[in-house]
């Protein structure tokens, strides 16, 4: 009897626990690349250009109830940028930028993300851009909407540190360094 | 009565000519450079320029309103002075309508105007390549049309002071010339 008023009670305690903790939490494990954007603007000669880059894969698995825990990693295809204009675009697949022939994606792979208040979390990892690993910190924010979460974020990255845009190209007057990056990631619930 | 232009219109009509000239031909070579850094800095002066010049031409008709340009003198025939007015306003409308269409081709190729990088024009159209391209054809024969303007109104004014012997051209040089 005994034995088994134990075995509901935690029975009971499990589901009740289990109930409010599921309740709660949400998984994200994977993203909609199609819903999903990275766009970066730079200054070039005192005006903001604004451009995309179109094809990119990345992966996540984060789960609300213990954040710190969460993993993300993003591959961005570099030749599918798009700065604007065609001109642009093939200038920037040349060695003195992105040099795509052989370098032709850009990884990011993150290795600690730290909640910090209101669905901010500061996410920092490394990124390897034309054979430099440098370390990049974000702070993004997640906004959980019906069945879907975005986690929207942005940094600056100085091109000057990867070597984007070397020789002529490093006049940062005409083009400027910092480079402001934002991404915003779909991810359905689990 | 004073046959000349005022000091402020003579000083403002050369200073157009000047930067006219000077931002057609920059227009002019710009877009068969490869790309580099000073393609992009000759389309951000030829951009400044441009709006300068927008600025100047509205500064001139300004001016021109409380100070009348002088009378053409009696010799010339009626149509002639006809012919010459139309074609005065209509090289106004170009200085006018000319940067207009440069603006908006730059706005409609993505590419915001930033006066002398501090100024930002607002942009009135969205990015649409087409239209860009069309305002890119625009902006050139709005271009073309000024041009032949200026080379009948520098060749009249040629006319006026060789064969006409009258004061037509040096009433608007910077210095008097005594007869």
Redesign the interface.
Known sequence: MSYRFLQSAALIAALTLGGATCAQAVQYKQVNARASQISFTYNQMGARVYGTFGKFEAKIDFDSANPEAARTSLTIELASIDAGSSDANSELQKPGWFNTAVYPQATFISSSVKPLADNRYQVSGKLALKGQTRDVSAEITLKPDNAIGVFNGEFILKRGDFGIGEGEWGDYGVISNDIHIKFRMVAPAQ | MNQRYTRTAIGLHWLMALGLIGTFALGYYMPGLA???TK??L??WHKWAGVTLFFLVLLRLAWRQSHPAPALPSSVPAMVQMASHAMHWLMYALMITIPLSGWLMSSA??????W???L?LPDLLDKDKTLGESLTQLHEALNFTLLGLVIVHTGAALKHHLIDRDDVLTRILPLKFKD
Do not use: E
């Open positions: 790309l580099s850094p992009l800095k389309y951000s190729k993505g590419f915001q105007t930033v002398f990088g501090v930002p």
